[in-house]
């Protein structure tokens, strides 16, 4: 009997050159690091070098989190990616009424620029690339990053890394959003004409569809609204007044990888294929470089288990093979230990091993595009894709993105597919190991890292002190002048980081731009 992917789709016992009729594998398939770069978007891809190995870090203060990134810098990693917590994530100072009880939970607590100092102190900006998981208020976090290096005597233009920067994703799936689509979108096309400036090396936005798929979304519903958010982001930038290739080649992705191997390959093929074609036919790029999906992997957190723990290192390896062979550019594995608490300095180094045993002790990295040509990869790439752009003509028929999210599309397709896959696993039709088969009669003891609660007062009073310091009058004037910018037309980024560098903090500059925007509330349609 013929089994379903994540996608709905059948994946027959077998395939032959059948399965393949009338699939033109020239136009299709193409070379490696050339149009429509089904292959990879490199020509060499990792038979010169590997991927870029992240870890994904961020927990309590900001000197708890310099250490954490030390460690992994001494073992291998060869970019940071940097987790903060929820307050900062929305906007708001960790001294805030809001911010009680999550200040350095889910990642490390930043209210200013002196913050940002001491997360990167001692780390070279220049020699490192590092990765802010950081959407509504990304553009803060790049500037005092920014201010950062340029203390350290780095330019501008030689630092290097990505901010998420994706808003529209938040609306439909994960909700750290602050102010609605349209100041968002604007606020993204400033950033994308301030790096282009200011700081060219910087990837502006990684357009996720992670988040999405850890909601439930399908491989298909993945790629499809991802990819429909980055046409809105493309159209915004055009309508800007931007030419598309002098920015879409800093456009950068961020997907998951699951257990299920050769749907994520092809999903990953299936996905170069369609920005490709995309980038050239609708907005008539003529930069190859801005035709390249290029993207950031994680492995999929919301398929691993509290229950037998040990058991997600076979799931990490097996989700990192599946990105690897998937052509992915960078790649985060998870900790074994993610589904009980933040990751231990032991639990994060295996995951890192876990890369290196990848490239350096196997051979997938020996030749390039190792399933080309496999009959299932190819139809299974066929059907996704075939799939993914029925679903990105529905949200065109919508309207785009940000009209399809007012209407509630892409949450309620998703919410369609986690509980067909929750249904799955209570019945016993998708096994789980160790959750609804091969379970223990008694859990073995595991003693997790947590978060000091005494974080959130320490915040408070380097907030108390840092008010106390400096020169609040320059402070105001700063914070007057961002208010102008907003109003009108010009670049907030240019007195949002002068505002910053005379140590505004993230609340009060967030604070400033909802007075003029206003905030984000969904509608009932959700």
């Not at 994530?89 to 960790?94: F, L, R, V």
């Not at 001491?118 to 950081?134: A, E, N, R, Y």
């Not at 036919?281 to 040990?310: C, I, W, Y």
């Amino acid at each position: 009997m013929a089994r379903e992917s994540e996608s709905g789709l059948p994946i027959e016992p077998v395939y032959g050159p059948d399965a393949l009729q009338g699939w033109d594998a020239a136009d299709k398939l193409g070379e490696p690091g050339s149009y429509p770069f089904t292959r990879g978007v490199y020509p060499s891809m990792y038979t010169g070098r590997p991927w870029t190995m992240r870890q994904y870090a961020g927990f309590g203060t900001a000197v708890e989190s310099n250490a954490r990134y030390k460690q992994l810098i001494a073992n291998g990693t060869m970019g940071l990616s940097v987790a903060f917590d929820l307050p900062t994530q929305m906007g708001h100072d960790s001294d805030a009424p809001i911010a009680h009880g999550e200040v350095g939970k889910v990642g490390v607590a930043i209210d200013s620029v002196d913050d940002m100092r001491v997360l990167f102190g001692g780390i070279p900006l220049d020699k490192v690339s590092t990765s802010m998981t950081i959407n509504a208020p990304a553009a803060l976090l790049l500037l005092m990053y920014q201010l950062v290096g340029e203390e350290q005597g780095v330019p501008a233009s030689q630092l290097t890394g990505t901010i998420q920067n994706d808003v529209l994703k938040e609306y439909i799936a994960r909700g750290t959003y602050i102010f609605p689509p349209k100041p968002s979108l604007r606020l993204i096309a400033d950033i994308f004409k301030y790096c282009k400036a200011e700081i060219p090396k910087w990837n502006t936005i990684s357009i996720s569809g992670y988040h999405m798929a850890e909601a439930g979304a399908s491989p298909a519903q993945e790629i499809a609204f991802t990819l429909a958010d980055g046409i809105e982001y493309v159209r915004t930038a055009v309508a800007a007044g931007m030419d598309v290739d002098d920015f879409a080649p800093r456009l950068s992705f961020f997907f998951v990888a699951r257990t299920t191997i050769l749907e994520e390959v092809a999903k990953f093929r299936a996905a170069r294929r369609i920005w490709a074609r995309v980038m050239r036919d609708e907005f008539g790029a003529k930069n190859p470089k801005s035709m390249m999906l290029r993207f950031h992997t994680q492995t999929a957190g919301v398929q691993l288990t509290a229950q037998q723990p040990e058991v997600n290192l076979v799931r990490v390896a097996v989700q990192g093979l599946a990105a690897v062979l998937g052509g992915t550019q960078s790649l985060h594995t998870n900790s074994f230990d993610e589904a009980i608490a933040l990751p231990t300095d032991k639990s994060a180094r295996l995951a890192l091993r876990t890369q290196q045993v990848l490239a350096y002790e196997t051979d997938v990295t020996a030749t390039v595009d190792p399933f080309a040509g496999s009959y299932v990869i190819e139809k299974m790439t066929d059907e996704v894709e075939a799939a993914a752009v029925e679903l990105m003509a529905k949200v065109e028929d919508l309207g785009g993105a940000v009209s399809a999210i007012e209407h509630g599309f892409q949450k309620s397709e998703i919410e369609r597919s986690a509980y067909r896959i929750a249904q799955e696993t209570d019945s016993g039709e998708r096994v789980v190991v160790g959750v609804n088969r091969f379970q223990l009669d008694e859990e073995e003891p595991y003693e997790p890292l947590r978060v000091d609660p005494a974080i959130e007062a320490q915040q408070a009073e380097r907030l108390a002190k840092l008010r106390a310091e400096r020169d609040q009058a320059a402070v105001d004037t700063a914070l007057a002048a961002l208010k102008k910018a907003a109003e009108g037309e010009d670049n907030v980024l240019y007195p949002m980081k002068d505002a910053l560098k005379a140590r505004a903090t993230v609340g009060e500059v967030c604070n400033a731009l909802r007075e003029v925007w206003g905030t984000y509330v969904p509608s009932d349609a959700f």
